[in-house]
């Protein structure tokens, strides 16, 4: 097990190239299985849970050829559906939470599709309803086999009328990639229209989709015979921008963030400017000075700001843990409220014992008051639970004053693309111990 060594209390300063989205790579990549043609994708993160599927697809009989840096082509001939049986597709599926977008398309273009229970971050309950159900729905029958996995076939795919119970991104991605494919349209209300959702129906109409209604929440998608091939350049990850920006706000640190695609950022700065951080916009860059002081926002009535994550284009739950973090420096107090996972706030015990004034209300809530760098936080020893836990941590551990330990890292590198060397790049003091 992997782990960071972390000298904190540096100022950083440069230049941050975002990585291509997360959370769009696993779907558009997943998308490739709908057609025999080859499918260009651009700016690919390497990170972990990416990599991941992209062996589960060679598994497949994907073909799979790197380009150039970050841009890969993705050749779905030849599947091989006898992989679904084997015990390395069990193991490796179980690996990441993206393996369940893997049954659409299969779905879609071959009619049988295996489902394992799903690996990713354990951070509460995350259901697969949304996904079985609105499948089902199209014409999909699915079998709980042995207790241990889902055996899914579908004879043909039909269009409907959907009103999902959840705006699950996932799931609407999977129903939406079942149904480019189906016969008859299928409306999809109450969908997710978050920008990786928005830009995989983009690359589906490019490969000759009909799906209307993109950023909406009521998706209608016209199905079609085949599809065909195309190039797709994936969206900046607006975790790791967010990321970034609490990072730069810590360590009185500038940076520049080049090229991140503002206007697809939804609302992410707005509750950034609340926290009291300054930001420049530059074109399509986003500049972070140093800041000796930033003071939170109250509601207008003077009462304390709440922060709340929400469907697109509501805060993003993966970026709560970075506004924790950033509060614990602020001058004033805010309360975040995580209403989606039940287990994503309990990393805060580790920012607790650094020297951070939080009160964990109960597992949705968390009351921060910021210390205004009366003090710094104190370095210590810690465990990445997950990814974007992870990344408040190594945040924290940067700003520190003194030494830092953290084990399990491999939870960060399952969603930040080499995320030590591009920090060191501007100054940082982290060393990577295997």
């Given at each position: 097990?992997a782990?960071?060594k972390?000298?904190g ?5 440069g ?11 696993l779907?558009?990549i997943?998308?490739t ?8 994708i ?8 990416v990599?991941?599927?992209m ?12 380009i ?6 993705f050749e779905?001939k ?7 049986d084997?015990k390395?597709?069990?193991e ?10 893997l049954v ?14 799903p ?10 309803d949304?996904?079985l ?36 991104v996932?799931?609407?991605?999977n ?26 129906c ?11 209604g993109?950023s909406?929440?009521l998706?209608t998608?016209?199905?079609v015979?085949?599809?065909n091939g195309?190039t797709?350049?994936i969206l ?7 990321s ?8 009185k640190s500038?940076?520049?963030i ?7 950022l939804?609302n ?9 951080i ?7 860059d986003i500049?972070?000075?140093?800041q000796?002081q ?23 739950p ?8 950033t ?12 209403k989606?996972f039940?287990?994503?706030l309990?990393f ?16 949705h809530r ?5 210390i205004?760098r ?11 639970p ?10 924290a ?5 003194g030494?830092?330990?953290?084990h399990n890292?491999e939870?960060?590198?399952r ?5 030590d ?8 003091s982290i060393?990577?111990?295997?």
């Amino acid at each position: 097990m992997a782990s960071f060594k972390i000298t904190g209390g540096k100022q950083l300063r440069g230049t941050i190239h975002p990585q291509g989205a997360k959370n769009e790579a696993l779907q558009v990549i997943s998308a490739t299985l709908l057609t025999r043609q080859k499918v260009i994708i651009k700016k690919v993160p390497l990170i972990k849970d990416v990599i991941c599927l992209m062996e589960l697809l060679q598994g497949l009989g994907v073909t799979i050829n790197k380009i150039s840096k970050n841009t890969y082509s993705f050749e779905s001939k030849n599947i091989k559906l006898e992989y679904l049986d084997s015990k390395l597709f069990k193991e490796n599926s179980q690996k990441i939470r993206a393996s369940v977008m893997l049954v659409g398309p299969l779905l879609a273009r071959f009619g049988i599709a295996k489902l394992y229970p799903p690996g990713g971050d354990k951070i509460g309950r995350r259901r697969l309803d949304t996904h079985l159900l609105g499948l089902s729905d199209l014409g999909a029958n699915f079998v709980l086999k042995k207790k241990l996995f889902y055996q899914i076939s579908a004879k043909k795919l039909t269009g409907k009328n959907l009103l999902l119970e959840e705006a699950s991104v996932t799931g609407t991605a999977n129903i939406i990639m079942a149904a480019v494919l189906a016969k008859g349209t299928t409306t999809i209300y109450n969908a997710a229209c978050e920008p990786y959702i928005q830009q995989l129906c983009k690359m589906l109409n490019s490969m000759g989709a009909k799906i209307t209604g993109i950023s909406s929440n009521l998706i209608t998608i016209k199905g079609v015979n085949k599809l065909n091939g195309c190039t797709h350049k994936i969206l900046p990850d607006m975790i790791e921008i967010g990321s970034w920006i609490g990072l730069a706000a810590m360590t009185k640190s500038t940076i520049r963030i080049k090229n991140a695609s503002i206007k697809t950022l939804g609302n992410t700065l707005k509750v950034f400017q609340k926290m009291g951080i300054k930001l420049k916009i530059e074109k399509d860059d986003i500049i972070v000075k140093k800041q000796q002081q930033y003071n939170v926002d109250t509601f207008i009535n003077g009462s304390i700001l709440t922060i709340s994550d929400a469907p697109w284009p509501g805060f993003s739950p993966d970026l709560l843990s970075i506004i924790i973090v950033t509060a614990t420096q602020a001058n004033g107090s805010i309360l975040v409220h995580q209403k989606m996972f039940e287990s994503r706030l309990f990393f805060v015990d580790k920012l607790i014992d650094m020297g951070a004034k939080i009160i964990l209300c109960d597992p949705h809530r968390a009351a921060i008051t910021g210390i205004n760098r009366q003090y710094e936080l104190k370095g210590t020893i810690m465990t990445s639970p997950d990814i974007r836990a992870g990344i408040a941590l190594l945040i924290a551990a940067l700003s520190a004053n003194g030494e830092s330990t953290i084990h399990n890292i491999e939870q960060i590198d399952r969603g930040y693309e080499n995320i030590d060397s591009r920090l060191r790049a501007i100054g940082a003091s982290i060393e990577r111990i295997e």
